[in-house]
């Protein structure tokens, strides 16, 4: 089983960067495909970005490819998203995941995933 807590979240003006910290308790942190999701008010959890355990492989929603980059630090048990050119639609509360598992297969739904944190709050104001 693994624990993971979400941290580096803020309010940002448009067109800012923030880094997400998922850290990740237990062991065998390579054997996680790991994940990024957002939640905005009023909205349902929607896919953001996931990186594959042991080859890194990664995978991005439309809506952040070419802004956003996963990235994980198996050494670290943690996994980042660095969020550059932010936009007002940006703002949600995100939540990294994790499944065990290390294929290259597009996990993009929450049901992939067994363990989520708690979030963390991004605000992009414009």
């Known amino acids: 089983q693994v624990q993971l807590v979400e941290s580096g979240g803020g309010l940002v003006q448009a067109g800012g960067s923030l880094r997400l910290s998922c850290a990740a308790s237990?062991?065998?942190?390579?054997?996680?495909?790991m994940g990024w999701f957002r939640q905005a008010p009023g909205k349902e959890r929607e896919f953001v970005a996931a990186i594959s355990g042991s080859d890194y492989y990664t995978y991005y929603a439309d809506s952040v490819k070419g802004r956003f980059t996963i990235s994980r630090d198996n050494a670290k048990n943690t996994m980042y998203l660095q969020m550059n050119s932010l936009k007002p639609e940006d703002t949600a509360v995100y939540y990294c995941?994790?499944?065990?598992?290390?294929?290259?297969?597009?996990?993009?739904?929450?049901?992939?995933?067994?363990?989520w944190g708690q979030g963390t709050q991004v605000t992009v104001s414009s």
């Open positions: 237990g062991r065998a942190f390579s054997s996680y495909t």
């Open positions: 995941a994790a499944r065990i598992g290390n294929s290259r297969a597009y996990y993009v739904t929450t049901t992939s995933y067994s363990y």
